[in-house]
Nanobody, 124 residues
Framework: QVQLVESGGGLVQAGGSLRLSCAAS????????MGWFRQAPGKERKFVAATAWSGGPTKYADSVSGRFTIARGSDRNTVYLQMNGLQPLDTAIYYCATSPSRVLVVAEGFYNSWGQGTQVTVSS
């Protein structure tokens, strides 16, 4: 089983940037897709971005496309989410998750391992 630990959240002013990290440990061989989701207060958890575990293909929610970048780290067990141009609507708990799907899926039902989340707060 894989363990996921997110870090890098915090408080930032509108227009600022943050980089979230997701470190994977344990059994990582059945992972094909890494994703980021977020849950705003009182809202459902929603897809943000995904990348293939092998690197390369990426997929983004329309709300973050052009502002956020998902990338796998050089150590091969870390995935980053670079967030630029942050807005108050980006305030949420951000979760990373893994999926055995070989397709970059957006539905959280396809993801079977989740981290505890990291809080991102954007002030206006």
């Amino acid at each position: 089983q894989v363990q996921l630990v997110e870090s890098g959240g915090g408080l930032v002013q509108a227009g600022g940037s943050l980089r979230l990290s997701c470190a994977a440990s344990g059994r990582t061989d059945p992972i094909y897709t890494m994703g980021w989701f977020r849950q705003a207060p009182g809202k459902e958890r929603k897809f943000v971005a995904a990348t293939a575990w092998s690197g390369g293909p990426t997929k983004y929610a329309d709300s973050v496309s052009g502002r956020f970048t998902i990338a796998r780290g050089s150590d091969r067990n870390t995935v980053y989410l670079q967030m630029n141009g942050l807005q108050p609507l980006d305030t949420a708990i951000y979760y990373c998750a893994t999926s055995p799907s070989r397709v970059l899926v957006v539905a959280e039902g396809f993801y079977n391992s989740w981290g505890q989340g990291t809080q991102v707060t954007v002030s206006s």
